[in-house]
């Protein structure tokens, strides 16, 4: 063999190793946005009380399409070092997966730009290694800003008034009514350090906000339900009117609540045959 043709095949290799570590690189980050997105669902509810689950679960598919290419590269790759044939261009149909896929990124970030839309304090704590959220309560720095060193005891009086402070303010002001209340807003409301509220939320009232509000959303439905002045308004709208930001979310969350649907529910409240 000529040095020439011994120097294109040692290229040749270095090539084909070198396509194999991008798709090894492709398919580290693939897993590794993967495993962020669903951090930052988890941690969300605690700071959030409007989340579009559909779009988050959209990002998650278009990432898990973008591991299914670099897989289909490392194949590519395999087959065209045995000089075998798969009798499609693997590179073009690579390629037109992650066409596909920015287009699909694309169109859901237009529709829900408000998704990853966090202030710079919310944002550091669903993106960092923290402790989860189960992990909150009674562990988590619960002052005024993160590694303030306060951790939440156990049954102490003035958390425990805390709670009740949250509870009746959630009924008499109905801040939940707003479709964009944070946790940051609603401890600014009742001037409170939003780390404390976050870890009594979890404590005392065995939700994550996300759930709490979310929780009376749905109570202040029922209620419209039940007043005969309200029922002739479509049942979207009640949805609206309590606080959810979507027909879709309105429909999931009240049925996770209560085991019905709003229809369901609304004709159980007229036939008087609710438990």
């Not at 399409?65 to 490392?74: K, P, Q, R």
């Amino acid at each position: 063999m000529s040095i020439t043709n011994e120097g294109s095949g040692y290229y040749h290799i270095i090539e084909l190793i070198g396509s194999d570590v991008i798709s090894l690189q492709g398919i580290v980050y693939s897993v590794l946005a993967l495993i962020i997105i669903n951090r930052y669902k988890k941690r969300v509810v605690n700071l959030r009380s409007s989340l579009n689950e559909k779009i988050i679960s959209g990002y998650r598919t278009g990432v898990i399409m973008a591991l299914s290419a670099w897989c289909v590269g490392i194949v590519g790759n395999e087959f065209e070092k045995r000089g075998l044939s798969t009798g499609v261009d693997l590179f073009v149909f690579v390629y037109l997966i992650f066409v596909a896929i920015i287009y699909w990124l694309s169109i859901l970030t237009l529709r829900s730009p408000e998704v990853f839309k966090l202030s710079k304090d919310e944002a550091t704590e669903v993106l960092p290694a923290k402790a989860d959220e189960g992990e909150l309560v009674g562990k988590e720095s619960v002052g005024d800003a993160p590694g303030d060193g306060f951790l939440l005891p156990q049954n102490d009086k003035e958390l425990s008034e805390l709670n009740d402070r949250v509870v009746e303010f959630l009924e008499k002001e109905k801040p939940f009514l707003d479709p964009d209340l944070s946790l940051e807003d609603l401890s600014k409301k009742l001037g409170v350090g939003r780390h404390k509220l976050s870890a009594v939320i979890n404590q005392f009232q065995k939700m994550n906000f996300f759930e709490l509000i979310n929780s009376y959303r749905v109570k202040e439905v029922q209620r419209m339900m039940a007043n005969p002045m309200e029922l002739s308004k479509k049942m979207y709208e009640l949805g609206y009117d309590a606080g959810f930001n979507s027909k879709a979310s309105f429909y999931r969350v009240f049925k996770q609540m209560t085991h019905k649907t709003p229809v369901e529910y609304k004709a159980a409240v007229r036939a008087g045959s609710l438990n």
